[in-house]
């Protein structure tokens, strides 16, 4: 599948991953503040649908907002540049920590988009750092299914699974990565 821009009104599985295998978020600090950028500047331009932050790479599932203009990759590059700012002036390093500028590819189906969702939740489970995904802190899987406010568009992603218990039974029900194996950008 090629590459897009970002377009209003398109949704988008983003990934990074660090480059050389280094670490991209070494303690709970950096996952909060790799989150506390996010909100600063992809929250106005984009609804979030998912995410999973991991020691090495991350995943991000968005739609871009219709009313979003400009340039739509400056936000992310803001983004990845003040993270890796921050990441290298706390431990006293220098130059680039993704390997990639954004890596990103157009969800074009409603299938899809839902297999994406329960594939970026379930992440931390496919790579064995934990036994079931509502107890990873750094993805959304908890901020989906939890009825406090949070970045997560709950109300669009509830619409697509019907009811609260098909979304967390389908969270929980393991990806057949057979089906969306276009839209994966994992290396």
């Known amino acids: 599948m090629k590459?897009?821009?970002?377009?209003?009104?398109?949704?988008?599985?983003?990934?990074n991953r660090a480059k050389n295998g280094d670490p991209l978020f070494e303690n709970e600090e950096a996952f909060r503040f790799f989150m506390k950028l996010?909100?600063?500047h992809i929250?106005?331009?984009?609804?979030?649908?998912a995410y999973c932050l991991l020691h090495d790479h991350l995943h991000l599932l968005i739609r871009i907002k219709d009313d979003a203009e400009g340039s739509l990759f400056k936000p992310f590059a803001i983004l990845f540049n003040s993270y890796t700012s921050g990441y290298n002036?706390?431990?006293g390093k220098e130059g680039r920590i993704f390997k990639f500028k954004l890596k990103r590819i157009e969800i074009r189906s409603l299938p899809n988009f839902r297999e994406m969702?329960?594939?970026?939740?379930q992440n931390p489970w496919r790579h064995g750092v934990t036994d079931h995904p509502g107890s990873y802190r750094f993805s959304s899987f908890r901020s989906t299914i939890t009825n406090g406010p949070t970045i997560i568009a709950k109300d669009k992603i509830m619409r697509q699974f019907g009811s609260s218990e098909n979304?967390?039974?389908?969270?929980?029900n393991q990806v057949d990565e057979s089906k969306i194996k276009l839209l994966l950008l994992e290396e």
Not at 3 to 15: R, S, V
Not at 43 to 49: K, L, N, Q, V, W
């Open 89 to 91: 002036r706390h431990n």
């Open 38 to 40: 996010y909100k600063s």
């Open 3 to 15: 590459f897009t821009l970002l377009e209003p009104g398109k949704y988008y599985h983003i990934y």
């Open 43 to 49: 929250a106005p331009i984009a609804e979030t649908y």
């Open 167 to 172: 979304l967390e039974a389908s969270l929980l």
């Open 117 to 121: 969702i329960r594939y970026v939740n």
